[in-house]
């Protein structure tokens, strides 16, 4: 049995090299790959030997968020595993024994995003992602990052801050069953005749804010609205079979160093 002072050591030293945003957190060549039993037996591990410090979280230390993959000097899979198991002596950090498949658990675990549902996903090259993301798979056309491209769809700027790599490849391949409420295509029918479709950007007891089909904020007060409907399906389509299982995985890691 570890003890608590080298478990809650190799814990820290985690922390010790995490803190601030690595953006090639994702960028590693080749696809990496994130079983499901990997991750749900990461979470097991964390749960019993991590959340001490690090939190349910993983916020628990000032500056660190695993979950959202906050790293100082840690930036590929291979960074975490020398550094838990060289330990940082200067900083008091021991070295921790972890067997390697413990070590591939915790590794899937932080990647998935603290994604207790376990889903499997693959991360590639976030360089040929953006490539992908700018070029074949036309995102731009309908979405916006960092102020370029169209309103037509949600802002990505933040998606790899607000969605787990599993929902986010979800929603590359089975966009209708990612669809999150507030995403959903509306259609209003004002008082005087007006049909206005469009997406639903904001909505509070009185007005809601939509951006039509061609990129226009229309502000409404709920009081002018005879007819509002939700739309069940999603405007985007499918990438499954459009893009290889390597350009999903290359478009899924540019996708989460988008951090905001």
Avoid: W
């Amino acid at each position: 049995m570890r003890s608590a002072g080298v478990i809650a050591g190799a814990v820290f030293l985690v922390v010790g090299a995490i803190s601030g945003l690595a953006e090639s957190a994702f960028a590693q060549g080749s696809s990496q790959q994130y079983g499901t039993a990997n991750i749900q037996a990461g979470y097991r591990l964390y749960a019993s030997q991590c959340a001490l410090c690090h939190g349910g979280n993983g916020d628990g230390v000032a500056g660190i968020n695993l979950a959202r993959q906050q790293f100082r000097r840690v930036s590929t899979d291979a960074d975490i595993r020398r550094t838990v198991t060289g330990g940082i002596a200067a900083a008091g950090m021991p070295p921790f024994q972890f067997r390697p498949a413990e070590l591939d658990a915790i590794i899937a675990y932080i990647r998935s995003g603290f994604d207790l549902e376990g889903a499997s996903f693959a991360l590639g090259d976030g360089a040929r992602g953006k490539a992908i993301f700018d070029g074949k798979g036309g995102c731009t056309v309908c979405h916006r990052v960092h102020g370029n491209g169209s309103r037509n769809a949600p802002d990505l700027s933040d998606i790899g801050a607000l969605r787990k790599p599993s929902a986010i490849q979800r929603s590359i391949l089975q966009p209708a069953a990612a669809m999150q409420p507030i995403n959903r295509p509306v259609r209003v029918v004002t008082h005087d005749g007006r049909v206005i479709q469009g997406r639903r950007l904001n909505e509070d007891t009185e007005t809601v804010q939509l951006i039509t089909r061609d990129g226009m904020l229309v502000s409404l007060s709920k009081n002018d609205i005879q007819d509002f409907e939700l739309g069940k399906t999603s405007g985007m389509p499918s990438f499954a079979g459009k893009l290889s299982t390597a350009e999903v995985a290359d478009l899924l890691a540019y996708l989460l160093s988008l951090k905001g």
